[in-house]
Structures are given as C-alpha cells and as structure tokens.
C-alpha cells in the first residue's frame, strides 16, 4: 500500500477540505435512479425481479423475494461452530449498548402545567446489508439489534443475491440468529423503492438504515420523505492519531484493515513525530499494494492533531499514546472513537458493541451512529390543569394576535371563561 508523507501549514479546516478532496467524486446517478423507482412504483415486483436480474443474477436462477423460514433456519444451522459464537457474542454485546442509549419517558414541571417527553417505536423497519464486495453478516447484527431493542414490531433485512440467485447463506444465518421478521432478495435502488412504497410481495416501511452503493444511497435520498433514513453511507474513512512511544505495526493493520473497503476509503494517519511517521509508513508499505493510498501528516502538538480531526469529522477515530487519550473528551466530531493502543476500529466492526453504521464523508459533523432512536420517534405530552391556564393565555393571547390568529387567541381564551373568568385578556 502506497503512502503520502504530509505536513499540516495553515488552517487545519483547510488540509480537511484538501484531503476530503482526495476522494474521487461520486458520479451522478440521479436519474437512473429516479426510473428504478418510478417503475418500481409502478410494476411493482415485476420492476423489481427484472432489475435483479439485469444487475445481479445475470446467469442464476430467479428464486422468490421473500425468503422462507426454514431456508433461514436451514442457514442458522449450517453456520461454522466458529462463526456462529462470534454472531452470538456480538449479538449479546451491540444489543447491550443498544439498552444503555433507550430513554426513559421524563415529566417536566413548567410553572403549574406539566410536559413529558415520551418516546415510541416506529412499526416497521428495513435494514439495507450490501453485497457486492463481501457479505456482510455483521452489518445485519449492526441494524436489527437497535430496531429489536427499540420496540420496532417488524424488521425487514434485504440483501441482493449473488449470481447463484441467493443470498449469501452466512448472512441469511445471521438474519435467523439477530431475529428478523423477513429477509429479501434484492438489492439497488429498486430494493429501496419497494420497502419505501410497497409491493404484492414486499410490504412498506416506516425507516429504510443500513449501507450501500451509490445507487442505494441515492434511492435512499430521493424516497427520503416517504420514509424516514438514518443518513446516506459513502465511503469509509479512518483517522488515527499517535504520540509517544508506541508500536506503528498494529496501526498500519488498522489503515489497511479499513482500505480493505474499497480504493475511495480515506485513511490517515496524524502525529507530532516525524520519526513515529517514518515507523508507520514502513509498516504500511511492506503491504500489497491495493490501490488505496494512506496519507500521514506531521502536525506541530496534540492540539493541532486534535483540530485537524474535529475538521474532518472522520467515520472513525483512534486516539494511540498517553498525551493524545488524555484529551479524548476534545476529540467530539467523529462517528466512533477508539481509545488505547489494544482498541482496533476492526473491533468496532464486529463485536464491541458499538454499531458499525456511522456518518461518513465528514458527517459526524451533525450526524450520529445508528442507534434505537432511529427506530424511535419522540413525541410530548401536554397536561395543563384549568388553574394554570389563565396566565398562560394571558401570555399568549396577545403574541397569538399579533401573529393575525384570532382563533388561536380566543381558544386559548375560553379555559379563563371555564374558569370563572368572563374578561378576554388583550
């Protein structure tokens, strides 16, 4: 794998914009999209089973959408010992952290009313697991964990077939063991436009999360409104910031493990050592070369590491030596943070229990990793005894008036009369 050795000068806003810009712009797809969709909504299955085949089982056979229970047993049963224990364990840990982040109904007292902030599952949701690639079993632990602990009543896994016409049979397993309600085969923007609208086969959704390709990640987009999104999933990135003494091999693992995604992953490695540089460009150097390439960049301090990685707002983050873990609670802008020499972003992925679906492409700016608010909806509850209600109308009537709504005023109005007052404040 290749390296750049680059040195920060300047704004650290200014070397985010330049390394982001190292990324290979997406193509448009707009359009191609937008007639998957339409003739999704308008044929229904047989849209969906024709893009199939063009896109995905080109030679295989056209097996049903829906896939039966016992072939998802069947696939449960065939896992390795091996694979099996890890789905397991990384089942019992993400569903653990996905408790911890629920929140409690909460009353609050305002003046002599109360509000309480409730929260409720969506009914139904659809986790989108890629292809293409590799399977992805874990990206199915990674979306239906935090829908099953969010309440969600019925989840939906779709995955496109290889060109056997099936789904993987690792991930199918894994769909039995995490507990969906129905496992799909499809893929592409017309697996979008189904979940989002419905069809004979597969039924509408109320929230579409869960990576994809750039067609899925635009069909995301433009059903978005129809259904709710957890975000739009580009490429992976991963920075990596070391000071001290520490040991480059291990981190030069964790930039080639994420290049593994694809030559459009943007891995970077930061430090005030020029000489902890030179030892980490080594290590990553004596890998294969895969066509990605990782960029190492000097900085003066800690502080100029830190700033450097709130700009560019990385997927994931791995803070390595005493000075830099230190200043963790500074590091507030990434999707996951990774603390210690022994915390590989690779753990992440798999079995921490933190969820492996994060904002990329410097969206951990306003965006946050999948979690059961995704499949949640917040809504209030408004409870205002009579005694309460004259001041408050005596307060609003006139803002409400000043608005042009009369109406609003007199409603508010009417519980003074109810109670015992006969005189509209103005």
């Given at each position: 794998m290749r390296c750049e050795l680059l040195s920060l000068r300047g704004d650290p806003v200014v070397l985010a914009a330049q390394l982001r810009s190292l990324v290979p712009a997406s193509q448009s797809v707009s359009e191609q999209v937008s007639e998957i969709?339409?003739?999704?909504?308008?044929?229904?299955?047989?849209?969906?089973?024709?893009?199939?085949?063009?896109?995905?089982?080109?030679?295989?056979?056209?097996?049903?959408?829906?896939?039966?229970?016992?072939?998802?047993?069947?696939?449960?049963?065939?896992?390795?010992?091996?694979?099996?224990?890890?789905?397991?364990?990384?089942?019992?840990?993400?569903q653990r952290v996905s408790v911890a982040a629920l929140r409690a109904d909460r009353t609050v007292r305002v003046g002599g009313h109360e509000v309480v902030l409730r929260e409720a599952p969506l009914?139904?949701?659809?986790?989108?697991?890629?292809?293409?690639?590799?399977?992805?079993?874990?990206?199915?632990v990674m979306g239906v964990t935090p829908a099953r602990v969010a309440g969600v009543r019925a989840i939906a896994v779709c995955a496109p077939p290889g060109r056997d016409g099936d789904v993987d049979p690792v991930v199918l397993g894994a769909c039995r063991l995490a507990g969906a309600s129905v496992v799909y085969r499809m893929g592409g923007a017309q697996a979008v436009a189904a979940l989002a609208y419905g069809t004979a086969s597969v039924a509408a959704v109320d929230v579409i999360v869960g990576p994809g390709n750039l067609y899925v990640q635009e069909a995301k987009r433009q059903v978005?409104?129809?259904?709710?999104?957890?975000?739009?999933?580009?490429?992976?990135?991963?920075?990596?910031?070391?000071?001290?003494?520490?040991?480059?091999?291990?981190?030069?693992?964790?930039?080639?493990?994420?290049?593994?995604?694809?030559?459009?992953?943007?891995?970077?490695?930061?430090?005030?050592?020029?000489?902890?540089?030179?030892?980490l460009r080594a290590s990553i150097e004596q890998a294969p070369d895969t066509g990605a390439v990782a960029r190492l960049v000097q900085v003066r301090d800690v502080d100029e590491a830190l700033a450097a990685a709130q700009a560019l707002a990385p997927e994931h983050l791995q803070l390595v030596g005493e000075e830099v873990e230190a200043r963790a609670r500074s590091a507030t802008r990434a999707g996951s943070v990774f603390l210690g020499a022994a915390a590989g972003t690779a753990f992440g992925d798999y079995i921490a229990g933190s969820n492996h679906i994060l904002p990329t492409g410097g969206a951990a700016r306003f965006a946050?990793?999948?979690?059961?608010?995704?499949?949640?909806?917040?809504?209030?509850?408004?409870?205002?005894?009579?005694?309460?209600?004259?001041?408050?109308?005596?307060?609003?009537?006139?803002?409400?008036?000043?608005?042009?709504?009369?109406l609003h005023a007199r409603s508010m109005e009417a519980r003074i009369r109810n109670n015992g007052r006969d005189e509209p404040h103005r």
């Amino acid at each position: 794998m290749r390296c750049e050795l680059l040195s920060l000068r300047g704004d650290p806003v200014v070397l985010a914009a330049q390394l982001r810009s190292l990324v290979p712009a997406s193509q448009s797809v707009s359009e191609q999209v937008s007639e998957i969709i339409s003739a999704v909504r308008a044929r229904g299955d047989h849209a969906v089973l024709e893009y199939t085949r063009k896109f995905d089982t080109a030679e295989g056979e056209l097996l049903p959408l829906r896939v039966s229970d016992a072939e998802l047993e069947a696939a449960a049963e065939r896992l390795r010992p091996a694979v099996r224990r890890g789905l397991l364990e990384a089942l019992e840990n993400v569903q653990r952290v996905s408790v911890a982040a629920l929140r409690a109904d909460r009353t609050v007292r305002v003046g002599g009313h109360e509000v309480v902030l409730r929260e409720a599952p969506l009914e139904t949701a659809a986790v989108y697991v890629p292809g293409g690639r590799a399977p992805y079993p874990s990206t199915v632990v990674m979306g239906v964990t935090p829908a099953r602990v969010a309440g969600v009543r019925a989840i939906a896994v779709c995955a496109p077939p290889g060109r056997d016409g099936d789904v993987d049979p690792v991930v199918l397993g894994a769909c039995r063991l995490a507990g969906a309600s129905v496992v799909y085969r499809m893929g592409g923007a017309q697996a979008v436009a189904a979940l989002a609208y419905g069809t004979a086969s597969v039924a509408a959704v109320d929230v579409i999360v869960g990576p994809g390709n750039l067609y899925v990640q635009e069909a995301k987009r433009q059903v978005f409104g129809q259904v709710a999104i957890d975000g739009f999933a580009g490429p992976s990135d991963l920075v990596v910031i070391a000071t001290g003494e520490v040991d480059p091999a291990p981190l030069a693992l964790d930039l080639l493990a994420q290049a593994e995604h694809g030559t459009g992953t943007l891995v970077i490695g930061i430090s005030p050592s020029r000489e902890l540089l030179g030892r980490l460009r080594a290590s990553i150097e004596q890998a294969p070369d895969t066509g990605a390439v990782a960029r190492l960049v000097q900085v003066r301090d800690v502080d100029e590491a830190l700033a450097a990685a709130q700009a560019l707002a990385p997927e994931h983050l791995q803070l390595v030596g005493e000075e830099v873990e230190a200043r963790a609670r500074s590091a507030t802008r990434a999707g996951s943070v990774f603390l210690g020499a022994a915390a590989g972003t690779a753990f992440g992925d798999y079995i921490a229990g933190s969820n492996h679906i994060l904002p990329t492409g410097g969206a951990a700016r306003f965006a946050s990793a999948l979690s059961p608010s995704a499949f949640r909806r917040a809504y209030t509850e408004v409870r205002i005894p009579m005694s309460s209600a004259a001041a408050l109308a005596g307060a609003a009537a006139p803002v409400a008036r000043a608005e042009g709504f009369e109406l609003h005023a007199r409603s508010m109005e009417a519980r003074i009369r109810n109670n015992g007052r006969d005189e509209p404040h103005r």
